[in-house]
């Protein structure tokens, strides 16, 4: 019999391999084959039955539009609930079989997506190396002889393998961004309550989030939308839609570690690396702000003192005192350390946390995201066998703060290194701002010309992005000057949860201004007769009605809003000024919008 030909797992190639005709069987059938051809013991501590699987394949019929994730196989981290599938944190003594499915698994599975079985990782989700198990380890996709990156091991290896589409880990310490970035993957770690933890062994409950990897940001976030539910059985759950996907805002403020801070252990492949991804996202027309870190790493050291530690024992007390023996001796040491703690070590760290954000609040608020490395270095088996304690907290250096500062975020190949090892970044923002961390993710990864994981796939074409139901009931509002993306105001539209748009062109029927004694410089722009005004380089963005009403009540004379029509003979309200305010402003229309007039502006003052 001829070998299996089934296309790149990639959800776009998948479904148009069904469009075509093909079957789910089919696929079921190459990935129980990838998964011999690979023969790596370590991926999964319990891999699902393939006559099973193909069962359910079967039932999906064919090609269904309403199901986003139709015959997509997936694989869980073995902390998360799968019904009929034991779940163990890969502790042998600690397993149980659940009845039912964890949230998120149902509901990607009623989206149609296969789950193909449980994966390995560092017990308890305690660790960001992939080797604190008593299982085999998985290899690392790239180079077996380098760590494969914890918690989420096995979900991140299975990915990069092209076992499977996409798998779930999850995320309190990195351990959904560490793994994507030491194999050439994405890796998307939500805002903490955006996807349901009910079914998930906590480590530290109020910092656990469900991430997801994938072979690319679109497939990431296809998975994320589906799988973004707010969800009432969860106390930690919050209402956060999956929105703002898309185009990227023009001239992005990305804060960046100030270069006295940058910590790479040593590894000047890696620091290269990374210098190489700054300059794509310049190239991509971002403006890059050396912001201190300082702070940033005294929040990440917190994570492994007092209060948190504190929170891991509590999640599998019992289990711990009683059958303390039963774990890795890594995890039982830090586990161990916590029954020495008091409630009063707990509020300490509390205290100690809260100072510390409202010292980094300013400088979260003067960018609008910030891009990190995803790991300082790559380490090997070998590195972690005679430091396995300080080698963790290394990998750590860059995402331990994240959960703590209530930040959302995303790991993205951005390239290779001089010696053909992954180099990958991260993306951090808001809590909330998940779509305008993927957006740029997205533009990042394809500026890579990477292949996907470790498979020799080629990154597919991008997929369309398709209006939430709820950007129906967004304003649209035209912007022209300090509010358009990098100028000084476009805060006001971020911090109302603004969606950028679209860059656009005024029709030929205004004329711009360069406003006197104002602060900061911003332009005003008037309506005149067809033909006797300029084009103008403007931007749309959109606003829910509340945060439109908002917006508008806050604009200060003499501007106002107004009906703008656009040059595709569309119109929305817009910024307009009143023709008193134009007393000794100057006449900008020739530099054909705001932006070009700084530049120039700029250019002429130096």
């Avoid at 009845?99 to 305690?126: C, H, S, Y």
């Avoid at 539910?229 to 185009?247: H, N």
């Avoid at 700054?278 to 005294?298: C, I, M, P, Q, W």
């Amino acid at each position: 019999m001829p070998p299996l030909t089934t296309p790149a797992f990639d959800i776009a190639s998948l479904h148009a391999f069904y469009r075509d005709g093909g079957s789910a069987t089919d696929i079921v059938e190459g990935v129980f084959a990838r998964i011999a051809e690979v023969n790596d013991p370590g991926i999964f501590i319990h891999l699902a039955q393939k006559d099973a699987v193909l069962a359910e394949a079967a039932k999906l019929g064919g090609f269904d539009l309403g199901k986003p994730l139709f015959g997509i196989p997936f694989a869980v981290k073995d902390n998360i609930d799968v019904a009929g599938m034991p779940t163990t944190a890969a502790c042998p003594d600690y397993a149980y079989l659940p009845e039912r499915d964890a949230t998120v698994v149902r509901l990607l599975k009623q989206a149609g997506a296969l789950v193909i079985g449980k994966t390995n990782l560092d017990q308890f989700a305690t660790g960001l190396v992939g080797v604190r198990s008593p299982y085999p380890i998985p290899k690392n996709a790239i180079d077996p002889g380098l760590v494969p990156g914890g918690s989420s091991s096995g979900s991140a290896v299975a990915t990069a393998q092209g076992i499977v589409s996409f798998a779930l880990g999850t995320d309190t310490a990195g351990s959904g961004r560490i793994p994507a970035g030491l194999n050439n993957i994405v890796g998307l770690k939500p805002s903490v309550g955006a996807l349901s933890t009910t079914g998930v062994i906590p480590a530290c409950r109020t910092l656990d989030c469900v991430s997801i990897f994938a072979l690319t940001v679109d497939d990431a976030w296809k998975a994320f939308s589906v799988a973004s539910k707010y969800d009432e059985t969860d106390a930690y759950s919050k209402s956060i839609p999956a929105a703002g996907y898309g185009p990227t805002p023009q001239m992005l403020t990305i804060g960046v570690p100030a270069k006295t801070d940058l910590q790479f252990f040593g590894d000047t492949v890696m620091e290269a690396a990374y210098f190489d991804a700054l300059s794509t996202l310049a190239r991509l027309g971002h403006n890059l702000v050396e912001v201190s870190f300082g702070d940033f790493y005294k929040v990440a050291n917190l994570l492994y003192e007092g209060a948190w530690v504190a929170e891991r024992y509590a999640a599998i007390r019992p289990f711990f005192d009683e059958k303390e023996a039963s774990l890795h001796p890594v995890t039982r040491q830090i586990y161990g350390g916590a029954k020495t703690l008091s409630a009063a070590d707990a509020f300490n760290g509390f205290y100690a946390l809260q100072e510390l954000k409202k010292k980094i609040e300013p400088l979260v608020a003067s960018v609008d995201l910030f891009c990190v490395p995803t790991a300082p270095t790559h380490y090997t088996l070998a590195d972690l066998e005679a430091e396995p304690i300080r080698e963790n907290s290394r990998l750590g250096t860059y995402t331990n703060f994240v959960n703590l500062l209530d930040m959302c975020g995303i790991a993205v190949p951005a390239g290779t290194r001089a010696d053909r090892l992954p180099a990958s970044v991260t993306l951090l923002a808001p809590s909330g701002r998940d779509g305008l961390t993927a957006s740029l993710a997205r533009d990042l990864h394809r500026a890579s010309g990477l292949t996907l994981g470790a498979t020799g796939w080629p990154l597919p074409a991008a997929a369309e992005i398709i209006s939430a139901p709820e950007d129906n009931q967004l304003i649209d509002i035209v912007v022209i000057g300090a509010h358009l993306s990098g100028m000084p105001l476009n805060h006001q539209l971020t911090e109302l949860d603004g969606k950028f748009s679209r860059v656009a062109r005024t029709s030929a029927a205004y004329r711009l201004y360069a406003l006197a004694d104002t602060a900061p410089p911003k332009p005003g722009m008037i309506r005149v007769e067809e033909g006797e005004g300029g084009e103008i380089e403007v931007e749309v963005w959109k606003l829910t009605p509340a945060a439109f009403g908002l917006f508008v009540a806050a604009i200060p004379g003499p501007l106002s809003i107004g009906t703008v029509t656009l040059s595709d003979g569309t119109s929305a309200k817009g910024f307009l000024a009143e023709p008193l305010g134009l007393k000794n402003a100057l006449d900008i229309t020739a530099f054909g919008g705001w932006k070009a007039y700084c530049k120039n502006l700029a250019f002429t003052t130096r």
